[in-house]
């Protein structure tokens, strides 16, 4: 059963940086795509990052230059590091993998920026 735990979330102000986590269990990690979304209040979910297997990199252009996303197959994770942070970042970020021809999702981590 793949499970997709995150971390990292929380308070913080604009102009500072958070780094999520996403450990996964019960997948072979380094074959997988991986990927951040993010839902704010009354929006949808939206695309953050992604990396593929070979560590190739997409970042959406709203947070392109401030974010970065990475993994370590040997921990079986990915990162969202999150620099200059603003009011507009805040919402839940969840973890999604693909694997096996499925999406697997965490259960989100809640981002708050403050002005």
């Known amino acids: 059963q793949v499970q997709l735990v995150e971390s990292g979330g929380g308070l913080v102000q604009a102009g500072g940086s958070l780094r999520l986590s996403c450990a996964a269990a019960?997948?072979?990690?380094?074959?997988?795509?991986a990927g951040w979304y993010r839902q704010a209040p009354g929006k949808q979910r939206e695309l953050v990052a992604t990396i593929t297997s070979g560590g190739r990199t997409n970042v959406a252009d709203s947070v392109k230059g401030r974010f970065s996303i990475s993994r370590d197959n040997a921990k079986n994770t990915v990162y969202l590091q999150m620099n200059s942070l603003k009011p507009e970042d805040t919402a839940v970020y969840y973890c999604?993998?693909?694997?096996?021809?499925?999406?697997?999702w965490g259960k989100g981590t809640l981002v708050t920026v403050s002005s």
């Open positions: 999604n993998i693909k694997a096996s021809f499925t999406d697997y």
């Open positions: 019960g997948v072979f990690f380094s074959i997988t795509a």
